[in-house]
């Protein structure tokens, strides 16, 4: 099995970079079409409180919804399939600089000193950078999927975004990362 904490870093490092990232990673040597039903193992420890109850739900019924299509059944108990759910929050900093330049010149004309003639002048210029701080929240959603029988990992979804705090948007845009993130899922829909 591929090495999913290189994976998680290499995520976490590209989900300040754009809007949506999405990946995955799976175990080449499962028959993915053998699992028909699944279960939650729950929140892994400390997620579940890094979103409230209503956030958790939206999460997990966009789970199921996208697991249904792929012909899977929850149960409560005796699943081939396990499915846990981590959250990651990242709080980062984004540093823009802009400089302005101003003056400076160098020009031919007639100078001031011992003797009459000509010559060069040069004034100095100047210049003034500007900086700009934005603090801003990086939330990934991470879905593995565990063999119930092996109790292995055998895929593992990811999804990062910068966090929207608009609530108007938040069910919008989790449906997208768990829709975006299945697709990476080794089952298509409707198989």
């Not at 958790?56 to 792929?70: D, H, L, M, S, Y």
């Not at 400089?99 to 001031?112: A, K, L, S």
Request: hydrophobic share 35%.
């Amino acid at each position: 099995m591929k090495n999913f904490a290189f994976l998680f870093s290499f995520l976490l490092l590209l989900s300040a970079c754009s809007s949506l990232v999405v990946t995955s990673d799976r175990d080449d040597t499962v028959d993915f079409t053998k699992y028909k039903t699944f279960s939650y193992y729950g929140w892994a420890k400390e997620s579940d409180k890094l979103i409230n109850d209503l956030t958790k739900t939206r999460i997990e019924e966009a789970f199921a919804e996208e697991f249904k299509k792929r012909g899977f059944t929850f149960v409560e108990e005796g699943a081939d399939a396990i499915v846990s759910l981590h959250i990651v929050v990242d709080e980062k900093t984004s540093v823009t600089a802009y400089t302005d330049h101003y003056g400076g010149m160098y020009r031919p004309g007639w100078g001031y000193g011992y003797g009459y003639g000509y010559g060069y002048n040069m004034g100095m210029g100047s210049s003034t950078t500007t900086y700009h701080e934005e603090n801003y929240k990086t939330g990934t959603i991470i879905c593995d999927v565990l063999d119930a029988t092996e109790k292995n990992l055998v895929w593992q979804g990811l999804a990062a975004a910068v966090i929207d705090d608009n609530p108007r948007k938040r069910e919008y845009r989790i449906k997208e990362a768990v829709t975006k993130m299945m697709k990476q899922y080794p089952v298509k829909p409707g198989k």
